[in-house]
């Protein structure tokens, strides 16, 4: 997207403090940090939203995020940090280029949880109706059974392998006991050492 400022600092035209590279994303702190060491993490490729991207390479996106976050509250002397993503208008995102935030935290930095982002009423009675909505559309969604199907043919392909394996090392014991069999027994050496 040509007027993307996240595009832009993709292409080299805007500066940006880079703190990591790689061919398909890209980590630079906030020019405007909630807190020291305030880091945005973007995939280099244009998508306003999560649920846009591919999902083979949000698995690489969220790799970054979890090696960034042992590093950056680290490196500027913290242990804790908030991982956040504001995904989609009304959730707060001010640049439409997907990005994660990075907020090292700090002992009474005058911060909120993320809980303390949003305060809806919602009735306690109301938690089961929701919660079986949302199994509902989760049982009905293609992007779950594409997800179950392709984790059960891991499994498959993970016991055939499990299964050859252990095929081929009986073989090779049992071959190893032919070859062991065919072999004369050689008891010089061991009268050797009980009269020397």
Same mark, same amino acid.
């Given at each position: 997207?040509?007027?993307?400022?996240?595009?832009?600092?993709?292409?080299?035209?805007?500066?940006?403090?880079?703190?990591?590279?790689?061919?398909?994303n890209l980590a630079f702190l906030d020019?405007?940090?909630?807190?020291?060491?305030? %880091?945005?993490?973007?995939?280099? #490729?244009?998508?306003?939203?999560l649920e846009e991207m591919p999902e083979e390479e949000a698995k690489e996106l969220f790799s970054v995020i979890f090696r960034l976050t #042992?590093?950056?509250?680290?490196?500027?002397? %913290? %242990?804790?940090?908030?991982?956040?993503?504001?995904?989609?208008?009304f959730a707060g995102q001010e640049v439409p280029h997907l990005h994660f935030h990075i907020v090292p935290r700090f002992e009474r930095d005058n911060g909120l949880p993320i809980q303390?982002?949003?305060?809806?009423?919602? #009735?306690?009675e109301d938690l089961? #109706?929701?919660?079986?909505?949302?199994?509902?559309?989760?049982?009905?969604?293609?992007?779950?059974k594409e997800s179950e199907k392709s984790e059960e043919q891991k499994k498959e392909k993970s016991e055939e392998?499990?299964?050859?394996? %252990?095929k081929s090392s009986e073989r090779e014991w049992q071959e190893f006991n032919l070859e062991e069999?065919?072999?004369?027994?050689?008891?010089?050496?061991?009268?050797r050492e009980e009269f020397y």
């Amino acid at each position: 997207m040509p007027d993307c400022i996240f595009c832009k600092i993709v292409r080299g035209e805007i500066p940006a403090l880079k703190v990591y590279e790689e061919s398909l994303n890209l980590a630079f702190l906030d020019i405007n940090p909630s807190s020291l060491g305030h %880091t945005i993490i973007i995939p280099k #490729k244009h998508y306003q939203k999560l649920e846009e991207m591919p999902e083979e390479e949000a698995k690489e996106l969220f790799s970054v995020i979890f090696r960034l976050t #042992k590093i950056i509250p680290k490196s500027v002397g %913290t %242990t804790d940090c908030n991982i956040g993503i504001n995904n989609g208008k009304f959730a707060g995102q001010e640049v439409p280029h997907l990005h994660f935030h990075i907020v090292p935290r700090f002992e009474r930095d005058n911060g909120l949880p993320i809980q303390g982002l949003v305060r809806m009423e919602v #009735k306690k009675e109301d938690l089961p #109706k929701i919660a079986e909505k949302i199994k509902k559309e989760i049982e009905d969604s293609e992007v779950f059974k594409e997800s179950e199907k392709s984790e059960e043919q891991k499994k498959e392909k993970s016991e055939e392998i499990k299964e050859e394996s %252990t095929k081929s090392s009986e073989r090779e014991w049992q071959e190893f006991n032919l070859e062991e069999q065919d072999k004369a027994p050689n008891y010089s050496e061991v009268r050797r050492e009980e009269f020397y």
